[in-house]
């Protein structure tokens, strides 16, 4: 009886690994040749969505994944790549807001507030692409955050006829950054999970127009 449980526990283990990779694959080679991290190379588009996360990690200190998407960002709207921004994140309570936080902080980086727009609930990264194109009615957008995380972003845009590309902020690779990837690769799997049910943004609303 054991031999039989664990033989089915390292079949089970085998299925995993396989589905990781296999999802990890496809959504990488789906992005091949659309992320760049030389400003010069990189393509223009009219909006750069950069997505969101908190600007402080849980002990207090600076979050470098946030501070690396605000340079990124200021770096392709100094090039002339975008004309404007698009920051979409968690305003989950009136305790946490992620767009205000950015936009804040954009500024002060010398970025004018008038390029700049919010999307309160880009809850998750499906929401944010959903948002961007049935929302904000963007056909194609520059995806600014970490290399792993855009590959995730263009999958999905491609995926709702939206023409995503993603300029690369720095990346982590403190003890922090691999606890991330590590995340990343169960975020992946959960993409296809999310399109197999035809999982749909938490919220919708009335159309808004950039520019």
């Given at each position: 009886m054991l031999k039989k449980i664990l033989k089915i526990l390292g079949l089970l283990f085998i299925l995993l690994v396989?589905?990781?990779?296999?999802?990890?694959i496809i959504i990488s080679n789906t992005a091949d040749g659309k992320t760049f991290t030389d400003i010069s190379s990189t393509?223009?588009?009219?909006?750069g969505l950069v997505l969101g996360t908190s600007n402080k990690l849980t002990n207090g200190s600076p979050n470098?994944?946030?501070t690396y998407r605000i340079n990124a960002t200021k770096a392709l709207y100094n090039a002339?790549?975008?004309?404007?921004?698009?920051?979409?994140?968690?305003?989950g309570s009136i305790y946490y807001n992620e767009p205000d936080t950015f936009k804040k902080d954009l500024i002060k980086a010398g970025i004018p507030e008038r390029a700049i727009f919010l999307d309160y609930a880009g809850f998750r990264t499906l929401d944010s692409m959903f948002r961007a194109k049935f929302i904000f009615g963007l056909n194609n957008v520059t995806v600014i955050s970490q290399k792993f995380h855009n590959e995730r972003a263009i999958?999905?845009?491609k995926?709702?006829?939206?023409?995503?590309?993603?300029?690369?902020?720095q990346?982590?690779?403190?003890?922090?950054g691999i606890k991330v990837q590590l995340r990343e690769y169960l975020a992946r799997v959960k993409v296809f999970i999310d399109m197999l049910l035809n999982t749909q943004p938490k919220f919708y609303g009335t159309t808004i127009e950039i520019k």
């Open positions: 396989f589905v990781i990779f296999t999802c990890n393509p223009k588009n009219r909006v470098p994944y946030y002339r790549k975008i004309e404007f921004i698009l920051v979409s994140g968690d305003n999958y999905i845009a995926q709702k006829g939206l023409n995503a590309i993603g300029f690369n902020a990346d982590v690779s403190t003890s922090q």
